[in-house]
């Protein structure tokens, strides 16, 4: 065990964990962050991914002791009141339907249109390849993007 010194959405946070432990228990177990799900547990899904500097990772496959100079946001820290207009374009295209992976889904969103403020479909594809949604709403996720995009 170590203490680990880490910034989470904004504010430093001290968390006492094995090297090893991936950033995903860390959220959930030690600071109590819950909207970072688990999905696979091999970052092949999608449902933990968080932001870390700015970039979307899988925070199942991210060790505690990789993140300590790093700034990681949640989809806690994504919003205050969860207006990001990614969040307002969600419910605008009634995309969640059992909601699980909708966080992941998000996180990597934000990702790419901090990258990219003005994505073609092609590229909203392509950025959200490896997201998975066990319901198959790819369709209303990627008209969300969009219109999130158009109200940046």
Same mark, same amino acid.
């Given at each position: 065990?170590?203490?680990? =010194?880490?910034?989470?959405?904004?504010? =430093?946070? #001290?968390?006492?964990?094995? !090297?090893?432990?991936?950033?995903? @228990?860390?959220?959930?177990?030690?600071?109590?962050?819950?909207?970072? %799900?688990?999905?696979?547990?091999?970052?092949?899904?999608?449902?933990?991914? /968080?932001?870390?500097?700015?970039? &979307?990772?899988?925070?199942? #496959? /991210?060790?505690?002791? &990789?993140? #300590?100079?790093?700034?990681? +946001?949640?989809?806690?820290?994504?919003?205050? %009141? !969860?207006?990001?207009?990614?969040?307002?374009? @969600? *419910?605008?295209?009634? *995309?969640?339907?059992?909601?699980?992976?909708?966080?992941?889904?998000?996180?990597?969103?934000? &990702?790419?249109?901090?990258?990219?403020?003005?994505?073609?479909?092609?590229? /909203?594809?392509?950025?959200?390849?490896?997201?998975? $949604?066990? $319901?198959?709403?790819?369709? %209303? /996720?990627?008209?969300?993007? #969009? +219109? !999130?995009?158009?109200?940046?």
């Amino acid at each position: 065990m170590a203490t680990y =010194q880490l910034t989470i959405n904004g504010k =430093q946070q #001290s968390v006492e964990a094995d !090297a090893d432990t991936p950033m995903l @228990w860390v959220l959930r177990d030690h600071l109590d962050l819950k909207g970072t %799900k688990f999905g696979c547990g091999i970052a092949q899904c999608g449902a933990c991914t /968080i932001h870390m500097d700015g970039n &979307a990772v899988r925070s199942c #496959s /991210i060790p505690v002791s &990789a993140v #300590s100079n790093a700034k990681i +946001t949640t989809i806690e820290g994504l919003s205050e %009141k !969860a207006d990001h207009v990614l969040q307002k374009a @969600w *419910v605008e295209h009634d *995309v969640p339907q059992c909601g699980y992976c909708q966080a992941g889904q998000i996180m990597n969103a934000a &990702a790419l249109l901090q990258r990219n403020n003005s994505p073609s479909m092609d590229e /909203i594809e392509t950025a959200m390849n490896g997201n998975l $949604c066990r $319901c198959g709403t790819y369709n %209303k /996720i990627k008209a969300a993007i #969009s +219109t !999130a995009a158009t109200n940046l």
